[in-house]
């Protein structure tokens, strides 16, 4: 009886090895799907990165090269700041020899008021005297 198996035991063998069959395939079909699916994602995280580093870098460029506008700007800035600088020390030089040449003309002035005082009061010094 060892060697004689009932056709009820051997269809019973054949749909299990079957049934595991079939599991090991699904298995190995969900397997291969899930790989897919990894490197399909791995793919597009990839892409997504690639797009992220882009953009900042578009937006890292764009800040870089303002930047170097605003420091040449600056330094043109700097450069009519100093010749300003100079041409208002000219300007404050000018008027500072203008006064004082102002206040040598008002001395010259006095001066020559008060000379012209002491040459009448001598003249009429002179004048006395030659009339007594």
């Known amino acids: 009886m060892e060697g004689t198996r009932k056709p009820e035991t051997e269809d019973l063998e054949a749909s299990l090895l079957r049934i595991v069959h079939e599991h090991q395939q699904e298995s190995l079909q ?16 990839v892409v997504v990165a690639e797009l992220l580093v882009d953009a900042v870098n578009g937006s890292v460029e764009g800040l870089f090269l303002n930047e170097k506008r605003i420091e040449f700007e600056i330094r043109a800035l700097v450069s009519t700041i100093l010749r300003y600088k100079k041409q208002t020390d000219a ?5 500072h020899a203008l006064n004082s040449v102002l206040k040598e003309i008002g001395d010259f002035e006095n001066w020559m008021k008060i000379m012209d005082y002491d040459c009448k009061s001598i003249n009429a010094a002179i004048r ?3 009339r007594s």
Do not use: V
């Open 30 to 45: 969900i397997r291969e799907q899930a790989e897919r699916a990894k490197k399909d994602a791995m793919k597009n995280a």
């Open 91 to 95: 300007w404050l030089a000018a008027s």
């Open 128 to 130: 006395n005297i030659h």
